[in-house]
Every structure is written in structure tokens, then in C-alpha cells.
């Protein structure tokens, strides 16, 4: 005797379909006729439907794929769309467009993003920032729920640098004079909420100072206000800054990498100076949450691949980008932990709430 499940409508139509079964001796023929077409009807739909997923994976991409980038054209997030937009058209032999939509955080382009068709067509370049900070503001925006990450590309570590005049030169006189100076000692951030402007005030709580946070609008008038002596430091990208430490126009303490940043590798990490403080940004690729598994490492495979030659590699080195990238399980992990991480802290700068 078969067993079977007498609950599953499957089930009964498969006894129904023989005439040793226990349920068809006790059934009317013409039902036993019904199930018996009802589920050869639903095998047949169920192949084919899995032999068009099948046969879309397969032929994965078959069309235009289309790279949206959260922020203005110029930007480090840009220029590594365009490298990932390149190396996928180099090895998919399909055309990729990379098109900038900023606006509302971040959370424009991806909210466009989550809507789309979940096919691997329509990606985004992602970062820490707009993964756990954007949501914190822009309540209608659930990067969690409706993304799925490809990969985290690279972490964009920060330096914290000081002016010339500033009398601390070390990570320990800068921590000594805070202390005796709450409140007083000044450092600047890209951004009111930005990731740099949270890893600042979780490195004034590692060292247990009072610092003075000093949101700017972007890098450029943070760092002119830093060289004319208007605030005493900076905590920045470790790309923007590089070129004024080469210079000696301002002096670096420490970067917030768990390593030493291969684009300023004679700057020492603050947990090597004896700080227990680790805070690192990434930029990434996402798809819409459903989008096939195959697709999504097709996609993050053919990337790393491309990613991974000594031309790409130094060029991201030399945009204070560190290479990381993860496989999808991790990179969905680390977004996870970094909402956990900054969100509540983002949400206690009562930041406005669009």
C-alpha cells in the first residue's frame, strides 16, 4: 500500500490515478477523471515555468542591464559604477548604462530600484550609508526588505587628520587634550548623519572625550575650513584626504580600518595605537530582493573577475578604496550588522524625518 497524504489535493489525485490506491476505491470515477487532469495539468505548467527560469538564468544577460548610482556624476560611487559597468560589457558583451539619480538620500534610486522587475536588469550602487542611515529619514525607504546584495566591492576607510597648528601630532596627545578640552575640540564630517559624522561619534565614545562634531556640506569646504585653522580635524575618506597628507598640508593620526589602508600605508589603525575603535564604509552592488540566485552570482562573480586584474586594482588602491569583495551571503550579513550598529545611533541625532 502507497502512503500518502489524504489531506494533499495532490496526493488524492495520484490515488485517484490508480485503482490499488486506498482513496480511489472509495471515489466516483468522474472525480477520480478530474484529479487525475488536474494534476497532470499542474505538472505540465510546473515544468515549464521551471524551464523558463532555467532557460532566463541560462541565458542571463540576454539585453541592456542598467546601473543606478544614488549620487551625482564625478563621485568615488560613480567612478566604480563605471568600473563594474565596464567589466560587465567587457565580459557579457552586452551594453551596460550607468545612470545617476540622486536625490532624497539615496533613497530615490533605491526605491526605483526595489520595484523593478526582479531579474538582474536593474542594479544598484549601494553603500553602508544608504543601507543603514538613509532609512532612519526616509521612513518609506526599506533597503533590507526589497534589496539583496550582490557584493560589498570595497570598504572606504577614514582618516582622521589635524591641522598643522593643531598641538596634537598622535592619536594619544589628541586623546589627552580632548579630554581636558570637552566639548572644545573640533572635527569635521561630510555630512550631518553621514557614515564619517557617526564613526566620529563612536570614536569620541571609544576614547571617552566630548568632541565637537562639525557637519559640513561635502569634503571640499570641511577641508578648506581645516587648512585655514576654523576647526581642528577632520575625520574623512581616506581618498580625499590622501593628497593633502602627501603634501604635509595637514597631519593624519590614525585610519579606522581593521588594516593599515594600502592607499596610505604608513598611517597606523587606531586599534594599533591601543584604541579599540574599528569603523569602515563600503560601497556595493544590489538587486531587487527576489532576483534568481544564479543571476546574482553570475553577477558577482563575473565582477570580482574583472575587478580583481592589476590595472583595476590599482585604481581603486589609488581612490583610497580597499578591495573587498564579498560573496552575497556576506555582504547581505554585513548590511544586517551596520543597520544594527548605526541606525539607532543615527536615530539619536533626531535627524528630519522626510
Partial sequence: MKVTDSTNPAAQAIDAADPSSQTSRFMPRPWRRFYVTLLRGLLVLNAGLANCVVHAQASYPDRMITIVVPYPAG?????????????????????????NQPGAGGSLAGKRVISATPDGYTLLMTSSGINSVVPTTYKDFKP????????????????????????????????????????????????LGSHGHLAQLLFGKAIGADLLPVPYKGSTPAINDLLGGQIDAILDNVG??????????????FVTSARRSPALPLVPTAVELGVSFESTAWFGLAAPRATPPAVVLYLRDTIVAGLQTPEQLSRLTLAGLTPVFSTPAQANARAATDTHTLAPLAASLNLPVN
Avoid: C
Wanted: no cysteine.
Fill in 240 to 253: 580625499v584626504q590622501k593628497p593633502f597628507i602627501e603634501t604635509h598640508k595637514v597631519t593624519p593620526l
Fill in 75 to 99: 563621485g568615488t560611487t560613480d567612478m566604480l559604477a563605471r568600473s563594474v559597468a565596464d567589466v560587465l560589457r567587457r565580459r557579457s558583451g552586452q551594453n551596460v548604462v550607468v545612470d
Fill in 144 to 191: 533590507l526588505e526589497g534589496l539583496t546584495q550582490v557584493s560589498v566591492l570595497v570598504d572606504v576607510p577614514f582618516v582622521m587628520v589635524v591641522n598643522n597648528e593643531f598641538p596634537a601630532k598622535t592619536l594619544g596627545d589628541f586623546m589627552n587634550y580632548a579630554k581636558k578640552a570637552p566639548g572644545q575640540v573640533s572635527v569635521g564630517n561630510v555630512g
